[in-house]
Every structure is written in C-alpha cells, then in structure tokens.
C-alpha cells in the first residue's frame, strides 16, 4: 500500500487545527479524500491470480482489496457486489476453465448391476462371441479354399464376416472383461477408438449390403450382362468403395466429438462408448452437434436403406415372371440378405434416427446391434445357402 506524502500530513494537521466558525463548520465541505493510488504494472491475470491468497487471511490488507484497477466495478456495483467477490468470482471462472478436458476416462454403468445376473451374462456373451468369431473366419476360409464358390456374390459375402468379425470385436471383449469389474473404466484415448472404429465397421457394412443387393438385382434381373458386368473388377471397386465410405463417415464424426471439451461428468449408462452417449457429457451446449452428427449418420443409413429396398423390390417383381424352379432357388438366397439387411438397419434406425431415450431399450438395442448381428450373419448364410451346405459337405 503506498505511503501519504509528507505534502499530505502536513495539509491534514492544518485543516484539524485551523479555527473554524460554527457557520463555517457547517458550510464548508470535508476534504475530497484522493483516490488511492495503484502500483503500476500488474496484468489483469496476474493481479486476479495474485489476489486468490485473499481466501487465506482473516483480515486481508487493505491495499489488496483494490489492487486491480481494471476490475469491471460498475458490473459489480448494479449487483451489489464488493471488489473482493467479484475477484473471487473471476479466479473461479479461471479456475473453471483451465480445468477443462480433466476427463482421462470414462465409467460404464454396465448392463445391470446384480452380481449373479453379470456372472450369467458373462457365459452367454462369452459363448456368443466365441461362436461370431469362429463362425466368421470358417465362412471366409471356406469361400477362399472352395473353388465352386469363388463368384462375386460369395466374395462379397467373404468380405461381410471379414466385416462382421472387426465389428463384434470393437465391443464385445471389453464387455465380456467389465462383467468381472466392480470399477468398468475406459481411457479417453481407448473410448474415441471405439467411436471411430464402431462407425467404420458399421458405415463399410451398410454399404457392403447395398453392394450385395446390386449383386443380386444384375444375376436375377439382368442375367446375360452379369458376368461382363459383376467382374473380378468391379468386385474389388465395390469393396474398396464400402471401405472408403466407413472411413469418411467415421473420421467425419470422430472429428466432431473429439474435440468437444469433457470437465465433469463422466458416467455412461451403457457398455461402450457411443456418440449419442459421450456427446451429452461435454461441458457446453451440443443440440447443434448432436443434429449435425444424427445428419450424418442419418444420410448414410437412410441412403444405404432406400437404394436396398429398390434393389430388392426389383427383385422381387422379377421372380414373380420367372419359372418355379429359378424363382425358388433366387428367392432363398434373397430371403437370406432381407433378413441380414432387416437385424443389420432395424437397430440403427432406432439408435440414431428415431432414438427412444428408454434406457432398457437402447440397451437391448446396443447388445443386438453390437454382439448379436455380427453373429446371425454367419447361421443365416449357412443353414439357408444351399451352394454354402454342399461345400461344407464336401470338406
């Protein structure tokens, strides 16, 4: 605090002692007290952050109290506010934000919390993984060692279980390891990968589908331009196709959350991170992002949707002009990708399209999609493609 002048002292003691009429008293102003002097030099910054040692002292210095001159202090005096709140306030604001992005992990709430029910659910999903992952390299080894099947529609259908195989490995072992857990965390870093990879696998898959159908639509409704058609090429490019797709779409979304700042809460009722999930635990308004990203997602499925239900309704007027015979063994292989497209989108409607906001339901929605498709994949396939049972049988 800066010291008065000896100027100062000496114009105060002659004022005391000056006699004075008792009009004049009564006439004559006191003294306009000057304002205090500030030391020069401190940054709104540093003069906040110096002051935080004020919340230690009983009885703080005086010249603390003002010692940031460009305080905002006609804010403070509309809400009645002393100099020492409103500096509090703001090094509380500092504090608030330089905490930001402190999230290094989240928590999952998990499926259900009774002990017994997660033991038995351990051995379910355990069991159904193991059969998902078995089930799906047979089905790609099988289409690479038989020579009867190397066609383009059983090269897509190798690359589907190749698909399916990634897609339930996103998930499902993390799940499967949580049922031990009392405390079922996942790192920052590990829960943007489960987004990324999530909508990757899933975006490849739903164009891979619309890649079959077409398969489908030229052998049964254009047959005599389909080997020039559907080549060894062209099967390639619809591959690659689906694959770029799955990665815009998924590095699109990941570009969006991962930026987002996470301050505060860190719970999500679910068993793996997904983008309508993480996104509510951002520290600022997200109804703008969330519609951005539902759109996006939302195009792709829609898009994927619409072309498949053309596809096959070609289809299926064309088998109505077809013989018995014919339309018989092309609608069973058709019924066969229905069912896939139907388990495959029915989930994805309702998590990102129409969401219910039910927790139970977008569980059971999130279990199906994540653990259970990747496994119907494989038994549809098998025990209702005629060409796959023969080839099984010759091994």
Known sequence: MQLMSVTDILMSIHYILSPMSSSEVKQRPPPARPPPSFPPGPTPLTATLSLSLLSRHSTPPLGLLWAQPSLPHEK?????????????????ELNGRSNQSVVSEFIFLGLCDSWELQAFLLVI?????????????????LITADL???????????????IDLCLSS???????????????????????CQIFFGHFFGGCEMVLLVSMAYDRYMAICKPLH???????????????????????HSISQLAIIIQLPFCGPRELDSFFCDIPLVIKL????????????????????TICFILLLISYSYIL??????????????LSTCTAHITVVVLFFGPCIFIYLFPLNITWVDKFLAVFYA?????????IYTLRNKEIRNAIKRL
């Open 170 to 192: 996103v998930t499902t072992p993390k799940m499967i390891t949580d049922f031990l857990k009392a405390n079922k965390s996942i790192s920052f870093g590990s829960c943007m």
């Open 317 to 330: 007027l064309t088998l109505c002009h077809q013989s018995k015979d014919g339309a018989s063994k092309a």
């Open 125 to 141: 999903f355990s069991s159904l993984y193991l059969i998902t992952i078995l089930g799906n390299i047979f089905i790609v080894l």
């Open 76 to 92: 403070a005096a509309k809400v009645g506010w002393s100099p020492l709140k409103l500096i509090k306030l703001e090094e509380t």
């Open 226 to 248: 389909y080997s020039s058609i559907m080549n060894t090429q062209m099967c390639i490019r619809l591959v690659m196709t689906s694959w770029t797709i799955g990665f815009v």
């Open 371 to 379: 653990a259970i498709t990747p496994l119907l994949n494989p038994v």
């Open 148 to 162: 009867h099947l190397h066609c383009p529609m059983y090269f897509l259908l190798a690359n589907l279980s190749f």
């Open 282 to 301: 951002a520290c600022m308004d997200t109804y703008i992002l969330e519609m951005l990203i539902n759109a996006d997602s939302g195009v792709l499925a």
